[in-house]
């Protein structure tokens, strides 16, 4: 349905006086105006847009448009404040709630809300889905709810958070106010789990397209993990400006900014268990421009506004087509070319099915939680052998079921989605060993394509077009 209050001041003329005035741009990039229409028109709507197509403007233009205020809810704390402070700069009032603020600060952001006088409001799933949260939201006129880095919601995506299952709730507990999906990655099983998560039938998805062809693809094969560390410092010293190297585990990231340090390469680590303020500082001192390579997991690179990255290394095979795309697609924003090299060790998959096998509950570990709430009229806090991560998914998916026989069912679900990573990996692996274009590869994983099937510029490519400049044996 639309918005009632849009309807006098829908036309092109007021949104492009807006983009001009508040905004200083002069024309819409390719999809930003189909979605800024599709919210003004109050319709739920999911955008697909790669990296540096300029998602942010898809929902700062209408919130300013519309009359009440816009929710966004944020993966990274570190990412809600240059959200923040970008919207401050362009002199719109904005606030954060967040786990990393005092408690006098979180104190009047939440009065600022509840006083109507701030046009955006950012913070976390987490703290979205806390009831005293939304009491304090129910109390204002709520024009949008935007949910960034959407793939997260999805149970099947890379980068799952049991905080997003709560979200569809939360938001028809406002009264089902419109909502603005954002991710620059979602193959069709995201699409319509996002769909299902958000209880969303009539989600009107946006796909800009994939396809990026400054960003140039190649895999290096290595045969052990003592090769990989001499490829990296050759392509660091091939390899002119700046980027990210990506690892799986927080001791790669560790041991190879200790590397490059040693052979004098400015770089840094960066990863969850790095105090907040130096992963601010190493942050801060990327952007200006005074590392080389800031070596991360995969904790790094979500909403980073930096266009000249020219290079993003995967050092450890990633576990997803979908999440390499997501990170090597942090590269070249600006439009320059950009080299993405992945350094393709097999083994390397040991580390994923490691993680997999910690990250579902299995049927004893759910059955373990149901007994818990049977004994208690309370919610367990904790739970004999499980993470609280495991314990919040648990309790999420419990709180749908109807009676105890559905937990088998439960259980089920949660191995299909076990059997679906393997898949996803396999893919991934497939991925590295095969001779197509790179692009081709992985814009089938999003059921998109280019023409002719091949890009012309990927490692695959260029060799495949050496061999037919070959002359013919004599």
Not at 15 to 19: F, G, M, Q, W
């Given at each position: 349905m639309a918005n009632a209050w849009w309807s006098l001041a829908n036309s092109s003329a007021e949104?492009?006086?807006?983009?001009k005035k508040v905004f200083g741009l002069d024309e819409f990039r390719p999809g930003q105006e189909e979605v800024v229409q599709s919210t003004l028109d109050g319709r739920n709507t999911l955008a697909i847009m790669p990296t540096g197509a300029g998602k942010s403007l898809c929902y700062q233009l209408p919130a300013v448009l519309l009359p009440g205020t816009t929710v966004i809810i944020s993966p990274l704390i570190a990412l809600?404040?240059?959200?923040?402070?970008?919207?401050?700069?362009?002199?719109?009032?904005?606030?954060?709630?967040?786990?990393?603020?005092?408690?006098?600060?979180?104190?009047?952001?939440?009065?600022?809300?509840?006083?109507?006088?701030?046009?955006?409001?950012?913070?976390?799933?987490?703290?979205?889905t806390q009831p005293e949260f939304l009491e304090t939201l129910r109390g204002v006129e709520i024009d949008l709810v935007v949910v960034d880095e959407a793939h997260c919601i999805s149970q099947w995506g890379h980068d799952f958070r049991p905080s997003y299952l709560e979200l569809g709730r939360a938001i028809k507990s406002l009264?089902?106010?419109?909502?603005?999906?954002?991710?620059?990655?979602?193959?069709?099983?995201?699409?319509?789990?996002?769909?299902?998560?958000?209880?969303?039938?009539?989600?009107?998805?946006?796909?800009?397209?994939?396809?990026?062809?400054?960003?140039?693809?190649?895999?290096?094969?290595?045969?052990?993990?003592?090769?990989?560390?001499?490829?990296?410092l050759r392509l660091l010293n091939d390899i002119?400006?700046?980027?990210?190297?990506y690892t799986a585990t927080v001791k790669h990231a560790e041991e190879i900014a200790e590397l490059l340090q040693a052979h004098g390469i400015a770089a840094e680590r960066y990863h969850g268990k790095v105090r907040a303020k130096e992963r601010h500082d190493i942050q801060e001192r990327f952007m200006r421009g005074e590392l080389t390579a800031i070596v991360a997991t995969n904790a790094f690179g979500m909403g980073i506004d930096k266009p000249d990255i020219r290079f993003v290394i995967h050092y450890d095979l990633p576990g997803s087509i979908d999440a390499?795309?997501?990170e090597s697609g942090r590269a070249g924003r600006d439009g320059e070319d950009a080299r993405c090299v992945l350094l393709f060790l097999k083994a390397d998959q040991r580390t994923h099915l490691f993680f997999m096998g910690k990250k579902y509950p299995r049927f004893d570990d759910i059955a373990a939680v149901h007994r818990a709430m049977e004994a208690s009229d309370d919610v367990p806090g904790e739970v004999a052998g499980l993470s609280k991560k495991k314990l919040a998914v648990v309790l999420s998916m419990l709180s749908e079921l109807g009676d105890a026989h559905e937990l088998t069912e439960l259980a089920a679900r949660y191995e299909a989605r076990q059997?679906?990573?393997?898949?996803?990996?396999?893919?991934?692996?497939?991925?590295?060993?095969?001779?197509?274009?790179?692009?081709?590869?992985i814009l089938r994983q999003?059921?998109?394509s280019i023409s002719g099937d091949a890009c012309g510029d990927c490692d695959n490519c260029r060799r495949n077009q050496s061999r037919q400049r070959l002359p013919a044996a004599s």
């Open positions: 949104v492009r006086a807006t983009l809600m404040k240059d959200q923040c402070d970008k919207l401050v700069e362009l002199g719109l009032a904005a606030s954060q709630v967040n786990s990393a603020q005092t408690a006098q600060e979180t104190r009047d952001a939440v009065d600022g809300i509840a006083a109507a006088r701030h046009e955006f409001a950012i913070t976390t799933p987490e703290r979205f009264g089902a106010p419109p909502v603005l999906a954002l991710t620059a990655t979602a193959p069709p099983q995201v699409i319509d789990d996002i769909r299902t998560q958000l209880d969303l039938p009539d989600l009107n998805v946006i796909n800009t397209g994939t396809y990026r062809p400054n960003l140039k693809y190649e895999v290096i094969s290595v045969e052990s993990a003592d090769d990989k560390q001499p490829q990296l002119d400006g700046i980027g990210i190297v390499y795309y997501q059997k679906n990573d393997r898949e996803k990996l396999d893919s991934m692996i497939a991925y590295a060993q095969s001779a197509l274009c790179r692009w081709h590869l999003f059921d998109e």
